[in-house]
């Protein structure tokens, strides 16, 4: 089976909260009330996504984390890549010369890496304003969420 881990999923969660207010200094506390990830995942996330410059962090009285405003179209690869690293769904994908026994004989090494660059692409062509947008509402008739979806939000 592949899936992000947990930490990455809800990195996604976390973003996407904060991309939802992107002018606003959000809290770890107010993060972890609106989405309920434990509260120390938030905190461990939260510096990670300021160390990858996704996030800012704002320090003393009123501090918090904002978007950071010169990162324009954060994709999902950015935000999975900044908790866990390169997107790499084998470990012979990484660039290392020896990765397993079966390298010398292996007939798909090469052919993961197309594998693998299909699945970063995929990551990497949502962008976190998608995820943030609102969510599809499946007690509304059909027409009523297409006609919501195709509605211009005006500032």
């Known amino acids: 089976m592949i899936k992000l881990s947990n930490l990455a999923d809800y990195a996604v969660v976390l973003m996407s ?4 207010r ?9 993060i972890n009330k609106n989405t309920r990830v434990p509260l120390p995942t938030v905190s461990k996330i939260l510096g990670k996504m300021a160390k990858a410059n996704l996030l800012v962090s704002h320090r003393g009285i009123g501090g918090g984390f904002s978007m950071n405003s010169k990162k324009l179209d954060i994709s999902i690869a950015d935000i999975v890549e900044a908790v866990d690293g390169p997107v790499q769904l084998t470990n012979c994908i990484n660039g290392e010369d020896s990765c397993c026994d079966y390298e010398p004989i ?9 594998i693998n660059q299909a699945v970063y692409e995929a990551l990497d062509s949502v962008t976190l304003s ?6 599809y509402d499946f007690s ?3 027409e009523e969420n297409t006609a919501r979806a195709n509605k211009k939000v005006e500032v």
């Open 17 to 20: 909260n904060i991309a939802a």
């Open 140 to 142: 509304l008739k059909t």
């Open 130 to 135: 998608e995820m943030a947008e609102q969510p």
């Open 106 to 114: 292996c007939l798909t090494r090469h052919k993961w890496d197309k």
């Open 22 to 30: 992107p002018d606003v200094i959000h809290t770890a506390h107010e």
